[in-house]
C-alpha cells in the first residue's frame, strides 16, 4: 500500500483528511521525502514554506 501526499502541502497523512490545511485532495504519486523537526529554524523548511514538524514529500502529483 502507497502512502498517500496532500496535494496543498504535501504533509504525509494517514487520514482521508489533512490535518494541516484540511484539503481531501490526496495523491499516493509523489517523490522524495524530508522530515521537519523544527520548522522555526530549519532552513529547508523556510524555502518550502512549512511551517509545521512532520514528514513532507518533496513534489506531489
Do not use: T
Amino acid at each position: 500500500m502507497k502512502r498517500k501526499v496532500c496535494k496543498k502541502c504535501k504533509l504525509f497523512v494517514k487520514e482521508s483528511v489533512c490535518p494541516i490545511c484540511q484539503s481531501s485532495d490526496l495523491s499516493e504519486n509523489w517523490q522524495g521525502r524530508v522530515y521537519i523537526l523544527d520548522a522555526d529554524k530549519s532552513e529547508v523548511a523556510k524555502k518550502a514554506e512549512i511551517k509545521n514538524k512532520g514528514e513532507y514529500a518533496i513534489k506531489a502529483r
